[in-house]
């Protein structure tokens, strides 16, 4: 075949290529953006500070936290160390099981 009748289709095949290529760069670039902001929010996350004083309560047992241990969960439920081995671990106060119905706090989303 003449190089002149198949320049057209060389032509197309280039283009196609170069388009697929394209659509997988900004494929993967979405992608790193978007873990990015996953890593950023959950560093957030746990970059969370906490204060206690003597007048806390255990939202449990409503007992004082003092100079207790304490666990805090996800939906913001602070209690003693007791009643977070005494409950299931993965189980806030408020009924809510973390490992079956994950939490997404509005800060986790990714907006763009």
């Known amino acids: 075949m003449?190089?002149?009748l198949a320049s057209d289709t060389i032509l197309r095949m280039f283009r196609a290529r170069i388009h697929h290529h394209r659509q997988g760069q900004i494929m993967h670039n979405l992608s790193h953006a978007i873990d990015v902001d996953t890593r950023l929010a959950r560093m957030e996350e746990r970059s969370r500070h906490v204060q206690i004083n003597d007048d806390s309560l255990c939202d449990s047992c409503h007992a004082r936290l003092g100079t207790k241990l304490f666990a805090m969960y996800p939906d913001d439920t602070?209690?003693?160390?007791?009643?977070?081995?005494?409950?299931?671990?993965?189980?806030?106060?408020t009924g809510h099981d973390f490992r079956r119905d994950?939490?997404?706090?509005p800060g986790w989303l990714v907006t763009r």
């Open 78 to 93: 602070v209690v003693c160390y007791k009643c977070f081995r005494r409950q299931v671990e993965s189980t806030s106060v």
């Open 102 to 105: 994950i939490l997404f706090k």
């Open 2 to 4: 003449p190089l002149q």
